[in-house]
């Protein structure tokens, strides 16, 4: 599998690419590629948020992004990570709940 991490910071670029190695560990065959970029985004109120958006590119899986938003960019990512790992056993797996694109 491979991981593509485009983050402001290299040191949490590292930190997010070990996340995602932790994360899609399981998920060499039916995700070939993953790009994930972390980005400084503003709340109404002005605050800093953190948005993480993973977009699965190749394998069976392929075809989808999810977005997180999160003060903390590590919990962005985390957040991410797990909700994409959810997806793409909902894809692969059939059933009455599988969505068709």
Wanted: one cysteine or more; aromatic letters at 4%; proline letters at 6%.
């Amino acid at each position: 599998m491979n991981v593509c991490v485009d983050a402001p910071v290299p040191a949490m670029a590292a930190q997010i690419e070990q996340l995602s190695r932790f994360y899609l560990a399981g998920l060499d065959a039916e995700a070939g590629e993953v790009r994930i970029s972390l980005t400084l985004a503003h709340d109404r109120l002005g605050s800093v948020l953190h948005q993480c958006q993973v977009v699965v590119v190749g394998g069976p899986a392929a075809g989808f992004a999810i977005e997180e938003t999160h003060a903390d960019p590590v919990r962005a990512a985390t957040r991410a990570l797990a909700r994409t790992v959810r997806a793409v056993h909902r894809r692969l797996v059939p059933g009455p709940f599988r969505r068709l694109a």
